[in-house]
């Protein structure tokens, strides 16, 4: 596994800008809200869209370019968030997210992470304590206090509540795992956490290029999971979902369980009766759709450049052409649909074709000003629907939306659709 | 050579400092483009030879103005462009700057009552689309795709569209146009504070600025421009959802009065035939042929290669239908009311038959039912561009404009037996020897044809193997003193041994020593040579040339 074999990818890139807006027209529904990329949005400069990183990698294999402050700058000013991959896909068998992470691993690998510090922070923390606060891992389990939850340490049940660290350790946060617990033991869920023992998915891993931390997490995590027995492992995170269903099924052990985010697992519960959503809740919402929920959510496995011909000239790949479009998209809105007195106002981008919060990636915690302006964005977007409330069911998104709204003194609020569900059901 | 520090520091405080940058990794991503494995400069690879000094983006027309006028003071070349889809959209010499026009995309007005709109050049034909069409409007969108630059296409390139059967040739299509000259003197086309037309009293200064293909970025800056309008019978949004194998999207809905048909014919007489007469009856909003059969369905099931294959290539679907399917047109019928929508329908039947075509069944049943109501109208009207990139490259012959019968006989007929020796080489993609597109422009008034060819970029084999195929068709041009080569200028095509310019130095001389006429307005325009001319003109290698 290497950059050089998406080497035929890169050649491939035709540089007509497709990767940066939302493809062909009939999905668009203004001018105003047409971008797709963030990072070109932002920055504008050619090298910032996807079709850039992959002109700079090909220069990198070819020996024009070397490693450098802005290369790295470049690189990591994006928030990983598939929509280039989306846009160019309309049209094209290539993969082009699979090079952008690709470019992150051999950065990695060659010694870049030293320009990384923010990032190689987040990297230590999983080293050292499993999660990425920097918080002893007895901590994990303050959230559940006075609640009732099997430890699955000691006893079994069928369902994995994997909480995730920013569930579990950020107090602000903690309120979404706890209500998550508590519509669960309504409904009667057989279901118990790992506690203490919880360790991170490794997403940020992932996501800054940190191939070896990922793949030991990953594989650790699934032989634990496996361990356990159970059917399911449910997750309230979007990054942990789009991470274990995505991409953990690259690193090689068999998964013998299902991966659910916590919003389709309640909305099969609402749709068996043992939840009833019957108080209303007054209010007009506009959802957005996590990028690791959606698009990102959907299995990919790479190529790794492997394809054949047919038709002398044509290049098959010979995997499943992976667009996002089978991202959890309708269980949310049917969640929130089945909230008595709520109005949902669907914002112009949406779905497999949603606008990032700016949040992932390791943008955030690296390059603010790219996470900040992306939110913006989005509410801006979300304002233009005549919503007073946006949801959604991400802590990245959440806590980068309450930053946007702090900044730009926006009347908007935001709230996670367990925080609605939860006043519903009686 | 790097920008002097006191010039950098000139245009930073133009544009502002996060706005311009000569960083090796920026610069690089503007040396790389689409048919750069056919330039001469660096062929089979993928890389110019030369970086721009700098890269800046220009916020408004008067940061453009102040840009050019530096650059006049001293001595600089400039390039300017857009969303940027091809060779000609970057520098094509050492010691030029490049304006990324990217922060400049407003719409800055839609005249409903007169259907125009006023756009700036980053404004692309998908933000243009979707803001008419909901005030009952539609646009001529460049084949090059919906995420291209509407202004570009108006003003400075190539590029056809699929509803010039209506709606006209792109070129025409240009109204008022703002023009930042080589000078950086302000040049309004068209009625001061109006955008209505672009000319006024006195000779057309439109033929000047874009002529048939344009100046390539060879002229100036164009900084804002009136785009025609036209009817659009739909509603006023097209709600699509995931699925089919053509763009990944299709519609939800087929709108009440629409209806895409696929007539074929036998032989390309009753194939033109066919076209005169839909055009006497002014009955298609669409028309347009692409191709045979295996050349259709090649850019039909583009969405995955490996779908496409299985379903219609290994089930020997293709091969069959390229046996029945001669020469098929697409024909798109959309109509304001039912009774119109009838009529129409009716009398395109009555002229099918007439001209001795024929509707086969298995497009209208089954899942090409589907592609053809559900998802080509998607492909047509969002124009993405990529489907045409499935074999991970893509070019076209020269181009040829002109009545139905005469592209006919000089391209599509010629252009066939080469193609086909190719197409069986397996060093490009055997799509057929048929693969001739085909575009109507107002009513079959006129046709544009010209031969695709699908090769790997990633190959150099197989770039090799199409550089030559065209040069054995541009021999052919030669040897017959017939063909008409427009593309040679508009695009990278014709004489891939050569630059730009060199074959605009060739051609001229079959076509009224254009390049001389050329060489004198650039002059006349530019007098100090800074708006890089490597695709306009003939004195970037004639120095010396004698223009009396």
Redesign the interface.
């Known amino acids: 596994m290497a950059l050089v074999d998406y080497k035929k990818d890169m050649m491939r890139c035709v540089r007509c800008s497709t990767c940066k807006f939302i493809p062909i027209s009939s999905l668009l529904k203004s001018w105003r809200f047409a971008q797709g990329c963030p990072a070109i949005a932002k920055h504008n400069f050619h090298a910032f869209s996807a079709s850039g990183k992959l002109i700079m990698a090909l220069s990198l294999l070819e020996g024009r370019i070397g490693y450098s402050p802005k290369v790295i700058e470049i690189l990591y000013n994006c928030t990983l968030c598939g929509m280039c991959d989306l846009s160019c896909k309309v049209g094209t068998d290539q993969e082009l997210w699979e090079v952008l992470h690709e470019f992150r691993i051999d950065a990695w690998q060659k010694g870049e992470k030293n320009r990384l510090a923010p990032h190689v922070s987040i990297v230590e923390s999983i080293k050292s304590y499993d999660n990425v606060w920097m918080q002893p891992r007895r901590k994990r389990t303050d959230w559940a206090k006075g609640l009732k939850i099997k430890d699955l340490n000691q006893e079994k049940a069928e369902v994995l509540y994997f909480v995730g660290c920013t569930y579990s350790l950020d107090p602000e946060m903690r309120r979404v795992a706890k209500n998550t617990a508590v519509l669960f033991n309504k409904a009667g869920v057989d279901f118990g956490t790992l506690g203490a023992n919880e360790k991170c998915c490794a997403s940020p891993a992932f996501m800054v290029g940190d191939e070896e931390l990922f793949v030991k997490t990953a594989t650790e995590n699934i032989n634990t999971f496996n361990q356990l027995g159970v059917k399911k492992v449910v997750t309230s995170c979007a990054g942990c979902f789009g991470l274990i269903k995505s991409k953990y099924p690259r690193v090689g052990p068999e998964m013998k369980f299902e991966v659910q985010h916590s919003i389709e697992f309640l909305n099969e519960l609402i749709k068996a009766g043992k939840l009833k959503p019957s108080k209303e809740v007054s209010m007009a919402i506009t959802y957005h759709d996590p990028c690791h929920l959606g698009r990102m959510s959907d299995t990919r496995i790479p190529s790794h450049g492997k394809e054949y011909y047919v038709l002398g000239t044509m290049p098959i790949k010979d995997i499943p052409k992976v667009m996002g479009m089978n991202g959890i998209y309708d269980p949310p809105r049917e969640v929130l649909r089945s909230i008595p007195g709520l109005k949902l106002l669907e914002m112009e981008r949406r779905r497999e074709y949603s606008w990032c919060c700016g949040s992932g990636g390791g943008v955030k915690s690296a390059y603010p000003e790219l996470a900040m302006d992306t939110v913006k964005e989005r509410l801006e977007e979300a304002r233009a629907t005549g919503a007073e409330t946006i949801v959604s069911c991400c802590p990245w998104c959440e806590k980068n939306f309450e930053d946007g709204i702090r900044a730009s003194d926006s009347e908007l609020k935001v709230v996670d659709a367990v925080d609605l569900l939860i006043q519903s059901v009686e | 050579m790097a920008l002097a520090p006191h010039i950098y520091k000139m245009f930073a405080n133009i544009v502002g400092s996060v706005?311009i940058?000569d960083?090796?990794?920026?610069l690089?991503?503007?040396t790389?483009?689409?048919l750069n494995e056919f330039n001469n400069l660096c062929a089979p690879g993928?890389?110019l030879p030369h970086h721009p000094e700098a890269?800046l983006?220009p916020g408004s027309t008067e940061e453009v103005q102040a840009i050019v006028r530096a650059c006049n003071r001293y001595g600089i070349k400039f390039k300017a462009l857009s969303?940027?889809?091809g060779s000609h959209s970057l520098p094509g010499q050492p010691g030029v700057v490049v304006l990324?026009l990217?922060?400049m995309d407003r719409?800055l007005e839609i005249d409903e009552k007169n259907k125009f709109a006023v756009v700036e050049p980053y404004?692309?034909?998908?933000?243009?689309?979707?803001?008419v069409i909901k005030r009952g409007l539609f646009t001529t969108?460049v084949q090059?795709?919906?995420?291209?630059s509407v202004l570009a296409n108006l003003t400075s390139g190539w590029g056809m569209n699929t509803f010039g059967n209506h709606g006209g040739h792109n070129g025409r299509n240009a109204l008022g146009i703002e023009w930042v000259l080589p000078t950086g003197d302000l040049l309004k086309l068209g009625p001061p504070g109006e955008w209505f037309t672009g000319d006024g009293p006195g000779p057309s200064l439109r033929g000047v600025m874009r002529g048939h293909c344009g100046a390539q970025g060879g002229m100036g800056v164009f900084t804002k421009g009136a785009i025609k309008l036209h009817h659009w019978p739909g509603p006023p949004?097209?709600e699509?959802e995931?699925g089919g194998m053509m763009?990944?999207?299709l519609?939800k809905e087929i709108p009440e009065f629409l209806e895409i048909v696929a007539p074929c014919f036998d032989t390309y007489e009753q194939m033109i035939d066919f076209f005169y007469q839909v055009g006497d009856a002014e009955l298609a909003y669409a028309m347009m042929r692409v191709g045979g059969a295996e050349h259709m369905f090649?850019l039909m099931g583009?969405?995955?290669?490996?779908?496409m294959?299985e379903q219609f290539?290994s089930t020997g679907l293709v091969q069959a239908m390229a046996e029945e399917m001669k020469h098929p047109c697409t024909v798109m019928i959309f109509a304001n009311s039912r009774r119109e929508f009838e009529y129409r329908k009716k009398v395109m039947s009555e002229i099918v038959k007439e001209t001795g075509g024929k509707i086969l069944e298995v497009m209208t049943e089954g899942p090409m039912k589907d592609i053809m109501m559900k998802q080509m109208p998607?492909a047509l009207?969002?124009?993405?561009?990529?489907?045409?990139?499935?074999?991970?490259?893509?070019v076209i012959s020269s181009g040829y404009m002109g009545t139905n019968e005469s592209v006919v006989r000089h391209m599509g007929i010629p252009q066939e037996e080469i193609k086909g020796k190719w197409?069986k080489?397996?060093?490009?993609?055997?799509?057929g020897a048929d693969s001739t597109y085909y575009n109507s422009f107002e009513n079959n008034a006129y046709v544009y044809m010209e031969m695709e060819f699908?090769?790997?970029?990633?190959?150099p084999e197989?770039v090799n193997a199409s550089r030559q195929c065209l040069s054995d068709e541009r021999n052919q041009r030669r040897l017959e003193k017939s063909g008409f080569e427009p593309n040679d200028i508009g695009l990278t095509c014709g004489d891939y041994e050569k630059s730009p310019q060199q074959r605009i130095m060739d051609m001229g001389p079959h076509y009224g020593n254009f390049h001389l006429w050329q060489e004198r307005i650039k002059r006349a325009f530019d007098p100090n040579d800074v708006s890089d001319r490597s695709w306009y003109g003939a004195g970037l290698l004639t120095k010396d040339v004698k223009i009396k």
Request: charged share 20%; hydrophobic share 35%.
């Open positions: 706005n940058s960083d090796p990794a920026i690089e991503t503007y790389f483009t689409w993928k890389f890269v983006l969303t940027g889809y990324d990217r922060r719409i404004v692309t034909w998908a933000q243009l689309e979707a803001e969108p090059a795709g919906s995420q291209a949004k097209l699509t995931p763009t990944a999207y519609l090649s583009a969405i995955s290669n490996k779908e294959y290539y998607v009207f969002g124009n993405c561009t990529l489907f045409i990139h499935h074999a991970g490259g893509f197409a080489s397996g060093k490009i993609l055997d799509d699908h090769y790997d970029a990633s190959n197989s």
